[in-house]
């Protein structure tokens, strides 16, 4: 059951922002190792108390327990790898350039760069990943890497488990000697409203709906003193399948977009929910037989369920749109819907059309001239992923393809499928708006870090008074580029 949404009070939202902004400091200067250390102790605490949290987010989510349990491994692995990126220490992004009067551009003076933390970061938590997208998630994780205090905006589909999560995580940063307030959590539609407006707020991370991601960017925008907002706003995450692939391979694609389109009830950020396929090529129909008598199974909660019935109801009401599987009146426990339309028609209401359901729904375009492939691709708007399913041998047409989808998506895909997003070093989860508010970035893997740092030059600075990483000796070991030439620690 749901725990009812009590606001946090003025009084404690106060404090809970001043504690963040005192512990800034404190968090920026601490060594990497140190800063390693406490989200070592946070990965282990949570797995400590992964018993706990499961069965709350069973109760307030629906999640079966396998799923749960996966992503808090996930989301303990995560703060692990940052940790190791700390280690490392390349992050820093540290360049050394020694005063030199023969530089070719005239005399040089002495020049140090390094990336130093924006400050306070303020996080929302999203509903459909209660561990690896909430409390102590990707953005929570990153920017406390990068050494960045945190403030949470709790979910309102899951309180309970985001107040537990949030007390295991203070303890143990507490426990990891982490200075205090570097964590805390409030609850409350306005009070998020009120953190990214507080100019003690320096960036915002935002994982959840395109209207909500949207006013809070907004909002960021709007200030005296802009911050970065890096939020996930949303994504249909097109799939084309080219006329070779759907010839050679139709069976594997329909049942591959099934399993992909129907994980965790499609409440996935990267779920399929538009795909290309040839008229006459048999995959329609294929995709119909694969997606008929499937079990529905629960939403998240009843908000959600209401969201995507209200999305069902209004593509399946279009005059350009057929049933193809599934049925949009939404049960209970809903199953995958599919919906059917011509390229012709959908071209003349894309913008109608390609919209996120946000659950198991997906629509269906059938194109006449594989050339209609790459139009379609070159129209539509950025996008968290987009999928090839080809062949090697379609040379042109793929090559084509890849080309403008890796203008339109942060991550392209070849005969595979966008949901399971890895967390690792070169993964890309981002995009052109309207999927997120910062093509340039990455929410998961380890250039996440990356979003809540900024670059300082010093400038003929004496050695004892720069930063440790920007000093001769190197007191931090980390590596650097001096006088561009790369050094390993």
């Known amino acids: 059951m749901n725990e009812p949404t009590v606001p946090t009070s003025d009084a404690e939202l106060e404090q809970t922002v001043a504690a963040a902004a005192a512990a800034a400091e404190q968090a920026a200067t601490a060594t990497p190792a140190a800063r390693a250390g406490w989200l070592a102790s ?5 797995t400590t108390a992964a018993d706990a949290l499961v069965q709350v987010a069973q109760e307030e989510t629906h999640l079966p327990e396998p799923r749960l349990r996966g992503e808090l491994v996930r989301t303990t692995f995560q703060l692990g790898l940052f940790a190791d990126v700390l280690r490392e220490g390349s992050y820093l992004g540290v360049r050394i350039d020694h005063a030199d009067p023969e530089w070719g551009m005239g005399p040089r003076p002495d020049l140090r760069r390094m990336l130093r933390p924006l400050g306070p970061v303020a996080v929302w938590s999203a509903g459909n990943f209660p561990f690896a997208f909430s409390v102590a998630g990707g953005d929570t994780a990153s920017a406390l890497a990068a050494g960045c205090p945190v403030v949470v905006k709790a979910h309102p589909g899951h309180l309970r488990l985001s107040r537990l999560t949030s007390q295991v995580v203070t303890d143990a940063l507490r426990a990891a000697g982490a200075p205090d ?8 539609t306005e009070n998020g409203r009120r953190l990214v407006s507080d100019p003690r707020i320096k960036a915002g991370a935002f994982t959840g709906s395109l209207a909500g991601g949207r006013a809070l ?4 925008a709007a200030r005296p003193d802009p911050i970065p907002f890096f939020g996930e706003l949303g994504s249909v995450n097109p799939v084309f399948v080219t006329p070779g692939a759907a010839e050679h391979r139709a069976r594997e694609i329909a049942d591959g977009f099934v399993g992909s389109a129907t994980l965790g009830v ?3 950020c990267t779920k399929p929910g538009l795909v290309f396929v040839p008229s006459g090529s048999g995959l329609t129909e294929r995709l119909a037989e694969a997606a008929t008598g499937l079990p529905g199974a629960p939403m998240l909660n009843e908000r959600t369920h209401e969201g995507f019935a209200t999305a069902v109801g209004e593509l399946a009401a279009r005059p350009e749109v057929a049933v193809l599987a599934g049925s949009p009146d939404v049960a209970a426990e809903p199953a ?3 919906f059917a339309t011509t390229y012709d028609q959908h071209a003349r209401a894309r913008e109608q059309l390609e919209v996120e359901c946000f659950g198991p729904a997906a629509l269906i375009v059938s194109y006449d001239d594989p050339g209609q492939l790459v139009e379609a691709a070159a129209a539509i708007d950025g996008q968290l992923t987009a999928t090839v399913q080809g062949t090697e041998t379609e040379t042109g047409l793929v090559g084509s393809l890849l080309d403008v989808l890796a203008d339109r998506a942060g991550r392209v895909l070849w005969n595979g499928w966008p949901t399971g997003v890895s967390v690792t070093h070169a993964m890309e989860h981002g995009g052109p708006y309207p999927a997120t508010t910062a093509a340039s970035t990455t929410s998961v893997g380890t250039a996440a870090v990356e ?3 900024r670059p300082v030059s010093f400038q003929s600075v004496p050695d004892g008074l720069l930063p440790p990483p920007l000093r001769e000796a190197n007191p931090w070991d980390v ?3 001096v006088d561009g030439i790369l050094e390993h620690s």
């Open 479 to 481: 590596p650097r580029r």
């Open 217 to 220: 960017f907004d909002l960021a």
């Open 181 to 188: 307030g570097l964590f805390g959590l409030v609850v409350g």
């Open 266 to 268: 499609g409440q996935f």
């Open 336 to 338: 995958l819907t599919l």
């Open 42 to 46: 946070v990965a282990e605490a949570l």
């Open 451 to 453: 979003r809540f740092l």
